[in-house]
């Protein structure tokens, strides 16, 4: 699946989500069955190219400076946290995303971000994006148990894991924080 076109379904779920898709916080958040039901409209295999190229996004997105921008934003910020915040990450859209990619500092301008600042309710990441992408590929009638081996064959060559890209600043040190992420440290830490 190309890029634009992957981008373009999450748009498409963004825009049934209305007003309400920027916080996975809400225990009745929109966001997920929204791309559930655009997703369920594709083909099985386009669902597993969808879940493919979901693996390749978020990888491109497994920087230290991102992983220290989530710690500032969520208090802390292990593996698998990182990995909620990518995935919720890549809900925020296209435009948010790439640009906290390239500029994590660019988190700190978002609402959610602030409110989360302030002590209010907020959440950016989200727990996986296979629930609602394997409820698609069901709902469009592949087999249940066939996703995660279809995902993997499909996959194969194409999903690598490493180590974080980017510069590793020490999360913990106030000081390096408010070098690299200035307007995040100033919302968090200041």
Known sequence: MDIDTWWGLVGRAREAAGDRADDRDPPDDPLPGALTD????????????????????????????????AYLIEGGCG???FM?????????????????VADPDSLAGLPVV???????????????????????YGRAGGAADGFHAAVEAAGRGRIRAGE???????????????????????LFLD
């Open 38 to 69: 655009v997703l369920a409209a594709l083909e099985p295999a386009e669902i597993v190219d969808f879940a493919v190229t979901a693996y390749e996004v978020t990888a491109s997105a497994y920087r230290w400076p991102l992983w220290n921008a």
């Open 79 to 81: 593996d698998d946290g």
């Open 84 to 100: 909620d915040f990518r995935d919720g990450l890549v809900l925020l859209g296209r435009e948010v995303f790439t640009r906290a």
């Open 114 to 136: 602030i409110r989360m600042s302030r002590g209010q309710s907020g959440w950016i990441g989200y727990e996986s994006l296979n629930g609602p992408v394997q409820a698609a």
């Open 164 to 186: 974080p890209g980017g510069k590793n600043g020490d999360a913990e040190d106030a000081d390096a924080m408010r070098r690299q992420l200035p307007r995040l440290a100033a």
